[in-house]
């Protein structure tokens, strides 16, 4: 009986390849043999030596990224050969996989680390949706359907409370983005986002709480389990800085001049540079640096998980609000726009990015206008 062929294995025409560098990282490039030529397309993307969990992402999504383009640059050159030249078949990529292109090319632009981890998020949101939908088959209903889950999916937080609305805004942001540069690279004929608006999501604008200055100072006044908690939270009164922001606040981003003090950062949320003025109000709350080196946080214990701890606080003050640490931030805004300082400037002191967040604030002052002039009405009634 005649022994079976052994079957050969077809060779990929592109392979990935790694490369060793002296800082320790592994640079990732292609290895293309084609036409009986060899040629090497260096992505520009590299691997982290994994000394943690975080390091760990990183690899899996520059590695799943590395794939993506593998991938594609197998289609193209299998495309080539069967003489089609046009882009059309690159819609038949799945929606994730564009995504990965997409940051690519945000992050060849210049794109911030802030970016960089929201369309990583929005990958994710995609994969656990429908990971299997491809960028041609992507229409209206999906889309719907993608927003709907964001808006009733439980967060990943110890609550567990809904998204952000701020946060399906992001979200559905860069899928518009991803899906337009598809339009501008001949892949779609048109968007299916198009008609799909921010109305949809926003509904009815959620009440904004914030503090008085008698509930500040009744806050000030009142013991709190978590001396760190309080101390930030009063900090972030007064300076109006975020919980993310605050938490990898480093001693070096403290900035001493003259006798006044700064802190340039640059904002965990949205990745732009922030330079905000300390007042002696929020510099009061600042713990001592001690021995702590310029790269140590300044509240090195602050944790997120802090909603109990500060409701508990509030409570013990006699305060009957929904509290969390965004409050301050809250009342930040909404005093220093009652103490008369201009929109734009409460804008760069809030590190926004457009002045239409920060009009939210105005709407609570001019109620408190309307209402400080209905006062003296009532006061003359005859």
């Not at 390091?55 to 495309?79: G, H």
């Not at 908690?229 to 480093?250: P, Y």
Request: proline share 3%; with cysteine; net charge positive.
């Amino acid at each position: 009986m005649a022994r079976p062929k052994k079957q050969v294995k077809a060779k990929e025409p592109v392979r990935l390849r790694f490369n060793k560098l002296k800082n320790g990282n592994t640079s990732i490039y292609l290895d293309i043999y084609h036409d009986g030529r060899r040629s090497y397309q260096f992505l520009k993307l590299y691997l982290v030596p994994e000394t943690d969990y975080a390091s760990k992402i990183q690899n899996a999504n520059t590695l799943a990224t590395a794939n993506a383009i593998k991938a594609e640059k197998i289609l193209e050159l299998t495309n080539k050969v069967a003489g089609i030249t046009d882009r059309s078949y690159k819609a038949r990529m799945l929606l994730t996989d564009w995504m990965k292109v997409y940051h690519d090319y945000v992050m060849k632009r210049g794109g911030t680390k802030s970016a960089s981890r929201w369309i990583n998020c929005c990958i994710a949101e995609l994969e656990e949706y429908n990971g299997k939908v491809t960028l041609a088959e992507v229409d209206r209903e999906y889309l719907l359907g993608f927003m709907e889950r964001l808006l009733t999916r439980k967060a990943y937080t110890r609550d567990h409370g809904k998204l952000a609305k701020e946060t399906v805004f992001l979200h559905l942001d860069y899928i518009r983005a991803a899906l337009n540069y598809a339009v501008k690279e001949n892949l779609l004929q048109k968007s299916p986002y198009k008609g799909i608006k921010r109305s949809m999501v926003a509904g009815k604008e959620t009440k904004r709480e914030y503090l008085t200055v008698d509930e500040i100072k009744r806050l000030i006044k009142t013991p709190c389990r978590r001396p760190d908690m309080k101390a930030a939270f009063l900090f972030s009164c007064f300076c109006g800085l975020r919980i993310m922001d605050i938490k990898l606040l480093c001693w070096k981003n403290i900035i001493r001049n003259n006798g006044k003090w700064q802190v340039e950062i640059a904002q965990y949320k949205t990745g732009v540079l922030l330079y905000l003025p300390l007042n002696m109000n929020a510099r009061k709350w600042l713990p001592e640096q001690g021995d702590a080196s310029p790269d140590d946080p300044v509240f090195p214990t602050l944790s997120i998980w802090y909603k109990h701890v500060l409701s508990d606080w509030a409570k013990d003050a006699g305060i009957d609000k929904r509290f969390s640490f965004h409050v301050a931030r809250h009342t930040f805004a909404t005093l220093a726009l009652t103490a008369g300082v201009d929109i734009y400037t409460t804008s760069q002191l809030l590190g926004h990015t457009t002045i239409r967040h920060t009009q939210r604030y105005a709407r609570i002052i001019n109620s408190k206008k309307n209402d400080a002039v209905s006062l003296l009405d009532s006061a003359f009634v005859q």
